[in-house]
C-alpha cells in the first residue's frame, strides 16, 4: 500500500467518529453559521473599538444595512498596570472587554442575548511609539476576540435554536 493510500484510509478512520455523532461544520453549506450571514445588521459603531467588533462581525457573518436581524451591543474595557519596576514605571498593562449584545428579528422581538468577555495584554518597555503600537493592537486583538465570542453564541439561532 502507498503512502498516500494509507494517508486516505487514516482520514477516513479519522473522520468515521465524528459522522456518527452527528457532525456538521457550522459554516458548510447549510451549516447554523451560514444560515445568518448576510442576515444581520448592526449597529453604527461609535468609537475605534466598536469599528474593529463590528468589522470582524462582518467579515464572520456577513456586511448588510437591512437585515432580519439588528445586534445591538455595548462594549467595556479596562486597562490595568501588570508589571512595575522598582522605579514605578509600569512595563505591561492587562486589557480586559466585555460586549452586553441582544439580536433582535425584524419584528423587534430578542432572538439572543449574552455577555461576553476576555482579555489581552500588551507590553510597554519599549519606545514610545512601540507601546502605543502594542497598546493599539491588544485593543484590536480585544474586539476580534470578542467578536469571535458572539459568533459563535449566535449560531444556535441560525441553527434555529
Request: glycine residues 10%.
Amino acid at each position: 500500500m502507498s503512502s498516500s493510500d494509507r494517508r486516505k484510509v487514516i482520514a477516513l478512520l479519522a473522520a468515521l467518529p465524528l459522522a456518527a455523532c452527528g457532525f456538521a461544520p457550522a459554516y458548510g453549506p447549510g451549516g447554523a453559521a451560514s444560515a445568518l450571514f448576510g442576515r444581520v445588521a448592526f449597529d453604527v459603531p461609535e468609537d475605534k473599538a466598536g469599528f474593529d467588533l463590528v468589522g470582524r462581525l462582518e467579515e464572520r457573518l456577513g456586511r448588510t444595512a437591512d437585515g432580519e436581524f439588528r445586534l445591538s451591543y455595548r462594549i467595556e474595557t479596562k486597562e490595568t498596570g501588570l508589571a512595575i519596576t522598582p522605579e514605578a514605571a509600569v512595563t505591561r498593562y492587562n486589557v480586559t472587554g466585555s460586549v452586553a449584545f441582544t439580536l433582535t428579528d425584524s419584528m423587534g422581538a430578542t432572538r439572543a442575548e449574552g455577555q461576553v468577555s476576555t482579555f489581552t495584554s500588551y507590553s510597554a518597555s519599549g519606545t514610545t511609539v512601540s507601546t502605543a503600537t502594542a497598546r493599539e493592537d491588544a485593543y484590536r486583538r480585544l474586539m476580534v476576540i470578542l467578536a469571535d465570542q458572539i459568533v459563535t453564541r449566535l449560531i444556535p439561532v441560525g441553527a434555529g435554536g
